[in-house]
């Protein structure tokens, strides 16, 4: 094994040549480093990196920690001390983190290293990142093509080898559609069972930090050291947090896997549905029984998530006012035209059209029709998945209705872009658990084969029944071993 190979490795392998002092820290630092320099100009996945202060962290790391010595790409929506914080952002442009959000602060405990904020669309509002005020990020299988979003740049990070692992958020499947859109895992834990302390909120009933990583044990890994009650985040679940990486090892015979006929609706492109009905088939031979099933309300999940979302973000994003920090308008008339015009110039198009929606129906007049609606709705939702739950261990869907898109191909159709995100967004709703795991690809007979991604979603905080049933796939299965590059 030559240097350049260390950055394709997985955590688990990087452990091993840690601990055996067959590779130190620095190397390891020091080959990714040298990776990126030389592709991202090609992927674009990265917005800032910090090398100096990241070699002395991997000078000074204890390699018998859990993550001791391994570096970790970070979404720029998560603070990290003293590193950029812009959520790909021109109305944060500038601004540096003043803490560790609790989920760094634990990684740092465990010995990981923080190297490099990724790119996203801004604010995490969109499903392609190309809403990033600085750059698109490309897909590393076909760079004609979009990675995902809102947590593009740390999925195509890992998927290129720029990353060993990553840190996204997912509101609505930030995490799941780009893993599965790149090929990588991507995990969205339950609601609460990461702090959100640190992270800037998008919709904070939505929200929840998540890992992205190359095979199923290393996104449990991170999981488990991230987890766990934050007196900073009163939505944090007190709750025990599984060593979720030592039981991963399950026989799946009598697991009941339910099918939800609303998933696997006609729309779906032809060769996601055939590699989903190959995925299923694995799993009935590896024992597990597929139960049809019926989540009724799915149909309303992208109108509620949309009105819910919005809602939250019209009154998070009110704070940026370019009064204490962030971009600031030149030579103002007045306090109005301060805050106008620097909204106006700071915010990109897509978050502005969330603001002045998520403003709407929660005004005067509209609030019952629109945003107390959804609630409603919402709850419907989350029935519909407690009574399957009592049926069923698990649900399967695909991850996404059709592999990656065009650069370009929907940034004048916000409904069809929403719609990336239709298989993903009732499982933030819901407040439950989900996973994305490659599970085949399309146009195989092409030079850029697309991945596509088979998702898994699970009770709220049964992680570890979720991440057995990925890992039972995925070790059984060659799909996460391929590479685009």
Not at 183 to 211: E, N
Not at 254 to 273: H, S
Request: charged share 25%; with cysteine; proline share 6%.
């Amino acid at each position: 094994m030559t240097k350049s190979d260390l950055p394709g490795l997985t955590i688990s392998e990087l452990q091993k040549l840690l601990r055996g002092r067959e590779v130190s820290p620095r190397e390891v630092l020091e080959a990714l480093h040298e990776r990126i320099e030389t592709l991202d100009p090609q992927i674009d996945a990265y917005l800032s990196r910090d090398l100096d202060a990241a070699l002395a962290a991997a000078d000074a790391a204890d390699v018998s920690l859990p993550l001791g010595g391994i570096p970790i790409a970070v979404k720029d929506a998560i603070s990290v001390e003293r590193q950029p914080c812009t959520c790909a952002s021109k109305i944060l442009r500038g601004y540096r983190g003043m803490f560790d959000a609790t989920a760094i602060a634990r990684l740092k405990a465990a010995g990981a290293i923080p190297f490099g904020k990724t790119n996203m669309d801004e604010f995490a509002m969109g499903s392609s990142t190309e809403n990033s005020s600085v750059k698109p990020t490309r897909n590393p299988w076909d760079r004609a093509r979009i990675p995902g979003g809102s947590s593009g740049g740390s999925a195509a990070a890992v998927a290129a080898g720029e990353a060993i692992a990553s840190l996204g958020s997912d509101t609505g499947g930030s995490i799941r559609q780009p893993a599965a859109l790149c090929g990588v895992v991507g995990m969205k834990p339950t609601y609460g069972r990461v702090s959100r302390h640190g992270l800037v909120a998008f919709a904070s009933s939505l929200d929840q930090i998540g890992p992205l990583a190359r095979t199923v044990r290393d996104a449990a890994l991170l999981l488990e050291v991230m987890a766990g009650v934050d007196p900073n985040d009163s939505t944090s679940l007190d709750a025990p947090v599984p060593a979720y990486s030592a039981a991963l090892e399950s026989n799946l015979r009598g697991v009941r896997l339910g099918l939800p006929k609303e998933y696997l609706i006609a729309g779906i492109d032809p060769e996601v549905r055939a590699a989903i009905d190959t995925a299923l088939a694995h799993f009935s031979s590896l024992g597990a029984e597929l139960v049809d099933i019926s989540l009724p309300h799915t149909d309303y999940a992208i109108d509620t998530y949309y009105i819910i979302a919005t809602a939250e973000a019209s009154a998070n994003l009110a704070r940026f006012d370019g009064v204490r920090y962030g971009y600031r308008a030149e030579n103002p008339l007045d306090l109005s035209d301060h805050y106008g015009r620097t909204r106006a110039e700071g915010f990109g198009a897509e978050v502005k059209r969330r603001i002045i929606l998520g403003t709407y129906v929660l005004s005067s007049g509209y609030y019952d029709a629109y945003y107390l609606r959804a609630q409603k709705v919402r709850t419907l939702i989350r029935q519909d998945f407690a009574r399957a739950f009592e049926k069923v261990d698990a649900i399967i869907s695909p991850t996404t209705p059709e592999p990656a898109f065009l650069l370009g191909e929907r940034s004048a159709d916000p409904l069809r872009m929403y719609l990336a995100d239709i298989f993903t967004n009732a499982a933030n709703l819901a407040g439950i658990c989900g996973i994305s795991i490659p599970c085949g690809f399309a146009r195989e007979e092409t030079e850029n084969p697309l991945p596509i991604g088979l998702q898994i979603m699970g009770r709220a905080l049964d992680e570890t029944r979720v991440f057995q049933l990925a890992h039972a796939f995925e070790q059984s299965t060659d799909w996460h071993r391929r590479r685009p590059l």
